[in-house]
C-alpha cells in the first residue's frame, strides 16, 4: 500500500532526485567553459556531455512534458535507476524551473530528442544542504546519465492521456462485466467506472471529503491473488492504515470509495486501471491492472477532531523533548566541567550553556548576523577524535570554508559562537550536544549526543 495503498512512487522518487541538489533558483544562461574531458561547465557548477545525438528536433521547454530514462550514482554507488523502476520503460516528468545550482532540469532543456547524456555535480555543493550521503567523500560527484525519449508540449501530453485513457476505461468495464457475470456478482457503477458492493452498511454519515478515516483493506489481482495487506501478516504491517480522505492521498478509485461508505462499513471496491495506477507498473502491480479491494472502516474522525488531536500529541512531544533536553543540559555541562578540569582549560561559558576561549583576538568588531565568514577549522569529539578539518589534508577539502552568519547553514554552536570573534579571531568552541547534532547526530564520525569541540580561525569578513 505504500502506506498509502501503492500509490505513485516513480514520479515521488524522481522528485527526490531532482530537488536534492537544489537549493535556490537561478536561469540558465550562459556556458561557461569546456573541462579537459570534454564536459561543458553550466553555471554553478553543473557539468554536462550530450555522449549520443538523437534524431529530434524539439528541445523541452516549460510546462512541457518528457519522457527520459534517469539514473544517478554517487561514487561508485548507484542510487537511482529509472529503468530499474519502471520495467525498462522511460519516466513521464513536467519540466518545471530548475529548483537551482545543480538541478539537472538544466541539462534537459539543452537536449533533443533521442540524445543521451551525462550530467555531474559535485558533492561538496550540496553536504551543507544535509541532502548528501552521508558517506559520500569530498570531492566525489553526483553523476546522471540521461536519455530523453520524448518531448510534448502540455496540451498534446494532456490530449493523450485523455485519449488512452477512454479506451482503457472501456477495455476495463468489459472485463469487469464478464468478471461479475462469471463470479455472480452484483456490484453498483458509479458515474467514474468505479464498481462497488456494500458488504456491511455500517452507522452515521458517508464520510466527507476532508475527514480521517482507519481503514484495514486487502488488495487484489482479478484472479484472487494479493499484492497488498493490513490484516495479513505475511505482508509485515498490521495496524490500520490511516488517511484524509478526498485529498489525493491514495488512487483516485479509493478516494471516490471511501466516500460511499459509513463507520464500521465494509465494502469490495473493483477498481478499473485508470483509478488506479494507469499504464505504469508500480511495485509488483503489471501496468492497466484492474484492482479489488475489500475494505471495512474501523474509525471515522472529522477534520476539527485530528486538528484537536495533533494539538495534544504535539503538547506532549514538546513536553518530553524539553524535559529531556534538560536532562541533557545539566548531563553536557557536567561532562564540560570535568573536561576542563582534567585538562586545566579556562573557558568561558554563555548564556545557552557554550563555551569558548579565545586565543587571538583578532582585529575590528564583531562578526555580525547576516556576513559572509570564512573560516579555517578542525572539529573532534570530547574524546579527541577529529571528525573534520579543512586544514588536514587527509579529510580532502584543504579549502577556506565560508557560511552566512546567523542563517541556520551551520550548527546552533558556531552560528552563536562566531558572533563572539572578529577577523583574524582564533580560539575553540566546546559545544554541547544539544547546540550541536543533538540526539540523532551526524553520521558515523559523530554519534547521539555528542559534545564537540572547534579550533576555529576566522580569516575573512565580507561588508
Same mark, same amino acid.
Given at each position: ?15 527526490? #532526485? ?100 551525462? #550530467? ?124 484524509? #480522505? ?51 472502516? +474501523? ?50 561559558? +554563555? ?66 559562537? #562566531? ?45
Amino acid at each position: 500500500m505504500n502506506r498509502t495503498p501503492k500509490l505513485a512512487l516513480i514520479p515521488a522518487l524522481l522528485t527526490f #532526485v531532482l530537488a536534492s541538489v537544489s537549493t535556490s533558483v537561478y536561469s540558465q544562461e550562459e556556458l561557461s567553459k569546456s573541462t579537459p574531458d570534454g564536459f561543458t561547465l553550466l553555471k554553478d557548477g553543473l557539468e554536462y556531455k550530450i555522449v549520443s545525438h538523437g534524431n529530434g528536433k524539439r528541445k523541452p521547454a516549460l510546462t512541457d512534458h518528457v519522457e527520459l530514462n534517469i539514473s544517478y550514482q554517487v561514487g561508485d554507488s548507484l542510487m537511482f535507476d529509472s529503468r530499474k523502476m519502471n520495467n525498462n520503460k522511460p519516466v513521464p516528468i513536467p519540466i518545471t524551473k530548475p529548483r537551482g545550482p545543480g538541478d539537472p532540469v538544466e541539462v534537459f532543456m539543452l537536449m533533443v530528442e533521442g540524445d543521451s547524456a551525462v #550530467v555531474r555535480y559535485p558533492v561538496d555543493s550540496i553536504k551543507k544542504t544535509g541532502q548528501a550521503p552521508p558517506w559520500a567523500k569530498d570531492g566525489d560527484k553526483i553523476i546522471y546519465k540521461i536519455k530523453l525519449v520524448s518531448v510534448k508540449t502540455e496540451a498534446e501530453d494532456k490530449k493523450e492521456n485523455e485519449e488512452k485513457a477512454a479506451r482503457q476505461t472501456a477495455i476495463d468495464d468489459e472485463i469487469l462485466k464478464v468478471y461479475f457475470k462469471k463470479n455472480n456478482i452484483k456490484a453498483k457503477k458509479t458515474g467514474s467506472g468505479l464498481y462497488y458492493a456494500i458488504k456491511t452498511e455500517g452507522k452515521g454519515e458517508n464520510i466527507k471529503p476532508g475527514e480521517t478515516a482507519d481503514v484495514n483493506y486487502t488488495g487484489m489481482f482479478m484472479d484472487g491473488k494479493k499484492f497488498d495487506s493490513n490484516t495479513d501478516s505475511s505482508f509485515h504491517h498490521v495496524t490500520p492504515f490511516t488517511l484524509e #480522505v478526498g485529498k489525493g492521498h491514495v488512487i483516485k478509485g479509493w478516494d471516490e470509495g471511501l466516500q460511499l461508505l459509513k463507520l464500521n462499513s465494509s465494502a469490495t471496491f473493483y477498481i478499473p486501471s485508470t483509478l488506479a495506477y494507469g499504464s505504469s507498473e508500480r511495485q509488483g502491480i503489471p501496468a492497466n491492472s484492474i484492482l479489488i479491494f475489500d475494505v471495512a472502516i +474501523t474509525s471515522v474522525k472529522t477534520a476539527e477532531q485530528v486538528i484537536k488531536d495533533k494539538a495534544v500529541e504535539a503538547e506532549l512531544k514538546q513536553k518530553e523533548a524539553l524535559a529531556s533536553a534538560g536532562k541533557q543540559v545539566e548531563i553536557d555541562d557536567k561532562l564540560l566541567q570535568d573536561y576542563f578540569a582534567k585538562n586545566n582549560i579556562k573557558a568561558n561559558k +554563555t548564556a545557552s550553556g557554550l563555551y569558548y576561549v579565545i586565543s587571538q583576538k583578532g582585529l575590528g568588531p564583531n562578526a555580525k548576523p547576516g556576513k559572509k565568514i570564512t573560516m579555517n577549522y578542525t572539529g573532534k569529539t570530547l574524546d579527541g577524535n577529529v571528525f573534520d578539518s579543512n586544514t588536514d589534508p587527509k579529510f580532502s577539502h584543504v579549502s577556506p570554508f565560508s557560511f552566512t552568519l546567523g542563517q541556520g547553514q551551520v550548527i546552533k554552536g558556531w552560528d552563536e559562537g #562566531v558572533q563572539l570573534l572578529k577577523l583574524g579571531s582564533k580560539g575553540t568552541f566546546y559545544i554541547p550536544s544539544y547546540l550541536g547534532y543533538g540526539a540523532t547526530g551526524a553520521g558515523k564520525a559523530i554519534p547521539p549526543n555528542a559534545i564537540l569541540i572547534f579550533d576555529v580561525e576566522v580569516s575573512g569578513i565580507d561588508n
